[in-house]
């Protein structure tokens, strides 16, 4: 019987598939296409040479047993290598040494960020190595990705969440995570090639790699990566050629388990002129979104931040702080440098008058406050019942509900601190208020009419500072 040469690839790769895991033949041997068979040598067509170099480096072995297994050991395999249009023919005996046209030594891979000095090829990953999950407070707001982001450290591309895409407002602490979760890869594992970059970045980089020519070593690069972290990926907008090549590494990184990581300003689904088919891959693996953090969050943040520069502050300050700034956490650290700054630059103590001056340079001004006793009344006159009672010590269970759904209220719309608030509710002290908060977010958690019922007064409150 006289084979042909799809015929034998196909035997050939029945041999192959029982060898390697499932993703990895598709990936490497699913996109080859027999070209001919003249005698004991097959012809394999490749796409590139970078699959040339992937074949003989790390699929001779497997190559082997399958020509010998369908040819006998007189069997060959040549390679045909498409090139610019070009053919350029390599290949390889079996079992001889490979007798290519195409040497190892001409093969050269563009590394945008390789380390000099170094003759293995080692990526510098840009991580800040400040960003670690030691250093990353978590928080009800971030509990889910910063779990998430743990498990992925630990086991890079080996967990569901593969893509990991986190989002959120600006100041939250996306890139913060995103590079908390590579600097883990590293120290578990310093042998995986983790990479950091914005999206404006590797933008820029595809420029380059267009007007000179060299998109195709450009992309082997990327595909040679673990762990590949993309920052800022809504700038992916109105960019249709860095999608397409974008597309085509996340295709291959994915396809070949490694890890990715992206970060972005809104979910996927939100993403503007952005190709369906990168929105549809963003949703492969795990969306989570990084929320204002709380209050008692926010106090932990700054502690941290107190403790890296050795800075102490009085909890009355620490509070009117984080009361008065409570979307960004870039704006705490601000605060924080700036403080530092007038209390060792220009020798200043730091006191309250000086604090609120810091502060008024990160927020912008209300023009219209909301009382605790405002607030007070307003909830009061929701329940029915007299003011009064929310100072009392009564312990009824609408009474004790009210009071703490107004310390709420007080403390996520008022300036007061968690002193004053519970000194105006029958001299109680900060600890009552805490417990208070923790207490109304719980019960939102579980009581869809008792959230409902909060989602109103909070309404009650806005429209109180928005019309004065």
């Keep these: 019987m006289v084979k042909n040469h799809i015929l034998v690839w196909n035997n050939c790769l029945n041999v192959i598939r029982k060898s390697i895991d499932s993703k990895l033949f598709k990936t490497w041997f699913e996109p080859i296409t027999p070209v001919r068979l003249e005698g004991d040598a097959l012809t394999i067509q490749v796409p590139n040479k970078f699959f040339?170099?992937?074949?003989?480096?790390?699929?001779?072995?497997?190559?082997?047993?399958?020509?010998?297994?369908?040819?006998?050991?007189?069997?060959?395999?040549?390679?045909?290598?498409?090139?610019?249009?070009?053919?350029?023919?390599?290949?390889?005996?079996?079992?001889?040494?490979?007798?290519?046209?195409?040497?190892?030594?001409d093969v050269k891979m563009i590394n945008p960020f390789v380390i000099p000095g170094i003759r293995k090829i080692k990526v510098d990953t840009q991580l800040n190595p400040n960003y670690t999950f030691e250093s990353f407070v978590m928080g009800e707001c971030n509990r889910f990705p910063g779990s998430a982001g743990m498990a992925i450290g630990k086991k890079p591309g080996g967990t569901a969440f593969n893509p990991l895409v986190i989002y959120g407002d600006v100041g939250l602490g996306k890139t913060h995570l995103a590079q908390a979760i590579g600097n883990e890869v590293i120290h578990h594992n310093s042998d995986k090639q983790v990479l950091y970059l914005t999206t404006e970045k590797f933008t820029s980089q595809v420029i380059q790699a267009v007007k000179n020519n060299n998109v195709d070593d450009f992309m082997h690069f990327y595909q040679?990566?673990?762990?590949?972290?993309?920052?800022?990926?809504?700038?992916?907008?109105?960019?249709?050629?860095?999608?397409?090549?974008?597309?085509?590494?996340?295709?291959?990184?994915?396809?070949?388990?490694?890890?990715?990581?992206?970060?972005?300003?809104?979910?996927?689904?939100d993403l503007i002129d952005v190709d369906e088919r990168l929105i549809s891959r963003f949703k492969w693996g795990l969306v989570a979104d990084l929320k204002v953090p709380d209050f008692e969050t926010r106090i932990r943040i700054l502690d941290k931040k107190l403790e890296k520069e050795t800075l102490v502050l009085?909890?009355?300050?620490?509070?009117?702080?984080?009361?008065?700034?409570?979307?960004?956490?870039?704006?705490?650290?601000?605060?924080?440098?700036?403080?530092?700054?007038?209390?060792?630059?220009?020798?200043t103590e730091i006191d309250m008058k000086l604090v609120k001056n810091i502060v008024k340079q990160f927020v912008s001004p209300v023009d219209k406050e909301v009382s605790v006793e405002n607030i007070k009344a307003l909830v009061a006159t929701h329940f029915n019942i007299p003011v009064e009672t929310l100072q009392s010590k009564t312990r009824l269970r609408d009474i004790v509900v009210a009071r703490q759904l107004s310390m709420y209220l007080a403390k996520n719309y008022t300036n007061n601190s968690l002193k004053s608030i519970g000194a105006s509710f029958g001299g109680r002290d900060h600890s009552t208020v805490l417990h208070s908060l923790k207490t109304v977010r719980d019960m939102m958690d579980t009581d869809q009419s008792f959230k409902e019922k909060v989602n109103y007064l909070v309404k009650k409150v806005q429209t109180t500072l928005v019309n004065g």
Excluded at 57 to 82: F, P
Excluded at 319 to 342: D, F, M, P, W
């Design 224 to 269: 040679m990566i673990d762990v590949l972290i993309v920052d800022d990926i809504q700038f992916l907008a109105n960019r249709p050629k860095t999608q397409e090549i974008f597309f085509n590494i996340f295709n291959q990184l994915h396809q070949t388990g490694k890890q990715i990581i992206l970060t972005s300003d809104r979910s996927p689904k």
């Design 52 to 105: 040339y170099e992937m074949l003989e480096e790390h699929y001779v072995d497997v190559l082997k047993k399958a020509v010998i297994t369908e040819l006998g050991v007189k069997g060959s395999l040549e390679y045909q290598i498409m090139v610019e249009n070009h053919r350029q023919i390599g290949g390889h005996g079996v079992p001889e040494q490979p007798k290519s046209t195409l040497k190892k030594e």
């Design 314 to 347: 009085t909890q009355e300050i620490k509070e009117y702080i984080c009361t008065h700034i409570k979307n960004n956490i870039r704006e705490i650290e601000g605060v924080v440098i700036s403080l530092v700054a007038q209390s060792t630059l220009n020798k």
